[in-house]
């Protein structure tokens, strides 16, 4: 086989795998949303915190809001993805992105990748500031390995689903 045959392969196999992962995000995403109504409810979550949950995926959107970040824990606990202390809860973390279609390996990667995000802010005490910096960490880091969703994929889709 020679060379060109090899990249070819090559990039069909990373642009299956991104599709795969983009679509991943999506329902994970989608999943959060379906919560939020809840939250919004519960928090008296303000227009400001919408706004940065409808831009999450576009990396040049600032996550400033501290009330974002209390969206962000409310979410995670209505979903257990945290633990009795407020930490990632590995297991279920790692189960929920299996179900929402992530392979085994994308699944650990996801998890890994927040967690590593966690152990940078482990000395942030405000649980809602310490959401906030971990989902802009974990937002960068999709963006990175490029599994991020693509925004107007997650505006035509996933909002008109919850609703």
Request: a negative charge; one cysteine or more; hydrophobic letters at 40%.
């Amino acid at each position: 086989m020679n060379k060109s045959c090899v990249f070819v392969f090559a990039l069909i196999f990373v642009n299956v795998q991104k599709v795969q992962s983009n679509e991943v995000m999506k329902g994970i995403t989608s999943s959060f949303f379906k919560v939020l109504d809840e939250c919004k409810r519960e928090l008296g979550l303000t227009d400001n915190v919408l706004t940065d949950l409808y831009y999450f995926w576009k990396q040049d959107h600032p996550l400033m809001h501290r009330d974002t970040g209390c969206a962000i824990v409310c979410m995670s606990q209505k979903l257990n993805l945290l633990d009795t202390i407020g930490k990632l809860h590995h297991g279920n973390a790692q189960e929920f992105a299996i179900n929402h279609g992530a392979g085994e390996q994308m699944a650990k990667k996801l998890v890994t990748m927040v967690h590593e995000c966690e152990q940078q802010f482990m000395e942030q005490e405000d649980s809602c500031l310490r959401a906030l910096d971990v989902a802009k960490c974990f937002r960068t880091a999709m963006h990175d390995v490029n599994w991020a969703p693509k925004f107007d994929i997650i505006v035509t889709e996933v909002l008109t689903e919850v609703k």
